[in-house]
């Protein structure tokens, strides 16, 4: 299983950016996805994340401002990002949980300047 992430870059505190994952494989197989992200010194955290079922959950520092989506067509997950502020910079990790193994995509670089 290979997570792809990409759509990171810079972008200005109050514009938008999407984030993508797409999966190799097909992303129904998966109880659970999500977005994590690391800044420089700090732990990985929960973004935002999808259950199998279509439920979402995501931290309260992006709640109203980040919103995390599916296309099951497309076997990709999204994260869409609006009105970013400079905290939200870091290294944005695809997650994928499956019935028994969990898959991290490769990061892309999110970084927010004000």
């Known amino acids: 299983v290979q997570l792809q992430a990409s759509g990171g870059g810079l972008v200005q505190a109050g514009g938008s950016l999407r984030l993508s994952c797409a999966a190799s494989?097909?992303?129904?197989?998966?109880?659970?996805m999500a977005w994590y992200r690391q800044a420089p010194g700090k732990q990985r955290d929960l973004v935002a994340g999808?259950?199998?079922?279509?439920?979402?959950n995501s931290a309260d520092s992006v709640k109203g401002r980040f919103t995390i989506s599916r296309d099951g067509a497309e076997n990709t997950v999204y994260l869409q990002m609006n009105s970013p502020k400079p905290e939200d910079t870091a290294i944005y990790y695809c997650?994928?949980?499956?019935?028994?193994?969990?898959?991290w995509g490769q990061g892309t670089q999110v970084t927010v300047s004000s």
């Open positions: 997650h994928a949980r499956g019935a028994i193994r969990q898959y």
């Open positions: 494989v097909n992303i129904a197989s998966f109880n659970y």
């Open positions: 999808l259950t199998g079922g279509g439920s979402t």
